[in-house]
């Protein structure tokens, strides 16, 4: 048999997975188009049209009371008045999704003020309309590929990625793509093998090949017979930590917390909230993955609340959608970059956004231990600013007598410029260093570059003395550290030197992170035998 073909690429995610080929494009994201007009067809229009369509073919089928709410709802959807305001909206520059949006609820709060209870819960059928229409809004989902096999192209989607059934296996060979990427992260997350930067080879779809991604390297032309998928690689245990609750102890008695990462809501399902002391960061925006989901208020809620419920009153902290740059939400097109609209700026910048998901998280805030944290904050000012949304969606939930609390509100240090100012940061609850961003921006790198990688394990001693440094500025408000140097433990004296108690990372991470950890003492330094 002739050996296989090798090919060296760049370790991404590790462990070893073996299956057929599927070789595919960039994929083309198809959920919304950009800034559509209320009135174009095959948008707005087309999506009411589909809803009223469905709810005709429904009430076909019920009769009485069920036809009356049903016919009430298609009256809506066809309503010149909503449609009028949405209009309007939409001139004066908003995105027609939350134009529509922002008029729907404007007729559910008319009727939430009635004096008449009957008149009252004509809202609730409004709302589920309004979800009705979102969700057909939200358009096609990008081609699945078969489960078990590898994929291959030059790059994958988050949300691809995250729409995918991982269960059966497989893995991932990039032409392109990142080590610090975000697939990257959500497949080091789900113990998906992954390899990137890899010379391009043509090879039918089908046709087996492994690839290992401790080692970085693709083999090709392998025997079908001779292959069988290997599972992901699983970090040593020995001496693995007894975590109760994500509580453990440093070798000379200084507790520690250990929290995870959560990127897809469904990584959830296979742990046990009493190994972890909470979820220490769920990136929001690979949930919410197109605008209309960023426009429906129910889906949000329902999916914070269900983290809430799982950590049974562990804290989780939620960020708040952190898009743009290399993480773009289908359907918004602000010319966004690493270096501009992204983070907070955005949402600040379009604060229909913001609404509906501090709406959302308020809502979701008294079913467990919320934290709330802003991304890619650099001033003050802008904490000041998503307070006073919060502020004033409370009010209107208050008004409508929808129950919600205002959560804890902390800030990511992962802008160099707040790292050095943090000591003024005295509206920010809370801090979490995000070190890959702190890292891109310290080594002037393309956090999608092909040689983040070098420039990140260059700058790695100066993001560590940057956290040292704004470890001393913090006044002893609860800090964390949620980014890659977290699972990494070659890094984890540095960051106990600094004054970090506390570790969120990825939940395949946590136990060989919780082993290291409970070998040092809190000064970094190894304990005695070891």
């Not at 370790?11 to 070789?23: E, F, I, N, R």
């Not at 789900?190 to 039918?204: E, Q, T």
């Not at 809430?308 to 970059?337: F, N, S, Y």
Request: charged content about 20%; aromatic content about 6%; hydrophobic content about 45%.
């Amino acid at each position: 048999m002739a050996a296989p073909r090798k090919l060296q690429a760049t370790g991404a995610s590790p462990g070893t997975a073996s299956g057929p080929v599927y070789l595919a494009e960039r994929p083309t994201l198809v959920p919304m188009p950009v800034a559509p007009r209320a009135s174009d067809p095959g948008t707005l229009a087309q999506a009411v049209e589909t809803a009223v369509a469905a709810l005709q073919d429904l009430a076909d089928r019920v009769d009485g009371d069920s036809r009356g709410i049903i016919d009430f709802q298609i009256e809506v959807l066809r309503d010149p008045t909503i449609a009028e305001m949405t209009e309007e909206r939409v001139s004066a520059g908003e995105h027609s999704v939350f134009a529509w949006v922002a008029a729907i609820d404007a007729h559910v709060a008319e009727l939430e003020g009635a004096d008449e209870e009957e008149v009252r819960a004509r809202a609730v059928d409004i709302l589920d309309i309004k979800n009705r229409v979102l969700g057909i809004w939200s358009g096609t989902p990008i081609e699945d590929f078969p489960a078990g096999s590898i994929f291959v192209g030059k790059d994958i989607e988050p949300s691809r990625f995250l729409g995918h059934d991982w269960s059966a296996g497989g893995g991932i060979v990039l032409f392109g793509g990142s080590a610090a990427g975000h697939v990257a992260l959500l497949a080091r997350a789900k113990s998906i093998p992954m390899v990137v930067g890899c010379d391009r080879f043509d090879v039918a779809t089908d046709s087996q090949v492994r690839i290992d991604g401790d080692a970085g390297m693709v083999f090709l032309d392998e025997q079908a017979e001779g292959l069988s998928s290997a599972p992901a690689r699983v970090p040593s245990q020995t001496h693995a930590a007894a975590i109760d609750h994500g509580k453990l102890q440093t070798s000379d008695g200084v507790p520690i917390l250990l929290s995870i990462n959560v990127n897809d809501p469904s990584e959830i399902d296979g742990i046990g909230a009493t190994t972890t002391a909470g979820i220490g960061l769920m990136r929001s925006e690979f949930a919410v993955r197109s605008l209309a989901d960023a426009a429906n208020e129910d889906k949000q809620f329902r999916i914070y609340r269900r983290a809430l419920e799982w950590a049974c009153g562990e804290p989780v902290t939620i960020r708040m959608l952190d898009i743009g740059g290399d993480k773009p939400l289908a359907g918004l097109d602000d010319g966004t970059g690493a270096m501009g609209m992204r983070g907070i700026r955005l949402l600040l910048a379009r604060p229909e956004i913001a609404r509906v998901q501090a709406r959302a998280l308020l809502r979701a805030a008294p079913f467990g231990n919320l934290r709330v944290l802003l991304p890619m904050v650099t001033f003050p000012s802008e904490i000041d600013g998503m307070r006073q949304i919060f502020a004033q969606e409370a009010e209107l939930l208050l008004h409508r007598k929808i129950a919600h609390r205002i959560p804890q509100i902390g800030m990511m240090v992962e802008v160099p410029a707040a790292a050095l100012m943090l000591d003024t940061f005295d509206n920010a609850e809370f801090f979490s260093f995000g070190t890959n961003d702190l890292a891109q921006y310290l080594a002037a790198s393309a956090r999608d570059g092909s040689d983040i990688r070098d420039y990140r394990d260059k700058a790695a001693a100066a993001v560590l003395r940057l956290i040292a440094q704004a470890m001393a500025l913090s006044a002893g408000k609860p800090a964390s550290i949620c980014g890659d140097m977290a699972g990494n433990p070659s890094f984890l004296p540095a960051l106990l030197a600094a004054g970090l108690r506390h570790f969120s990372v990825a939940p395949a991470q946590r136990p060989a992170i919780g082993s290291v950890l409970v070998g040092l003492n809190a000064d970094g330094t190894r304990a005695a035998g070891d």
